[in-house]
Structure formats: structure tokens, C-alpha cells
């Protein structure tokens, strides 16, 4: 069982900056990959970063150039950097880990980008 806590959401004006945290309960060493979600309201979850167990990173067309996936494997925590917000980012953001026993989920993070 791994145990994913996210933190760093917030209420933002477009184009502010947020990072996100997402403090693992396992070591990082042994999980695949992990990454970061989102699901704005009325719409499916999609896929917005993810970084390989190598630190190979990877993002969605919607957000490259803005948004910057990290990860320290020593504090065990997945980071999401995110500049020059728009309201369009306006979602519940998601922890993911791909572990060799399963994927694991967060309970997520609310980003609200508004004036």
C-alpha cells in the first residue's frame, strides 16, 4: 500500500504560479513512474505530466512550456511546478504512482484559476 498526500492547491489569478507536493508514503526508488492528473468539473480525469523512475519527464500538449514535473527521490515527494495559470487549469489535481504493485491515487488538490 502506498499512501499519496497532495498539498500546494489554492485559489490563483491568471497568470500566478502554484506548486504542488505530493508526499509519498513508500520509497519513490521503487515506483515506476508517477504523475500528476487533473479533472475539471463535467469532464474526465486527463493526464497532465508524468516522470519516469529514471527522471525522464513527459506533458501533456495543453500545458508544456507552463508546467514542469519534478521529483526528489530522497524526500519521496513529486512536485508540479505551474506558471502563467489559466482558468482553463481550473481542476482537482491527482497524485499517481505506477508501482510494480499497482497504481496508487491521492484524494487530490483543488486549483481554481480566477480573477
Known amino acids: 500500500q502506498v499512501q499519496l498526500v497532495e498539498s500546494g492547491g489554492g485559489l490563483v489569478q491568471p497568470g500566478g504560479s502554484l506548486r504542488l507536493s505530493c508526499a509519498a508514503s513508500a520509497s519513490m526508488f521503487n515506483m515506476r513512474a508517477m504523475g500528476w492528473y487533473r479533472q475539471a468539473p463535467g469532464k474526465e480525469r486527463e493526464v497532465v505530466a508524468t516522470i519516469t523512475r529514471y527522471g525522464v519527464p513527459n506533458s501533456a500538449d495543453s500545458v508544456k512550456g507552463r508546467f514542469t514535473i519534478s521529483r526528489d527521490n530522497a524526500k519521496n515527494t513529486l512536485y508540479l511546478q505551474m506558471n502563467s495559470l489559466k482558468p482553463d487549469d481550473t481542476a482537482v489535481y491527482y497524485c499517481?504512482?505506477?508501482?510494480?504493485?499497482?497504481?496508487?491515487w491521492g484524494k487530490g488538490t483543488l486549483v481554481t484559476v480566477s480573477s
Open positions: 499517481n504512482a505506477d508501482t510494480f504493485g499497482g497504481q496508487y
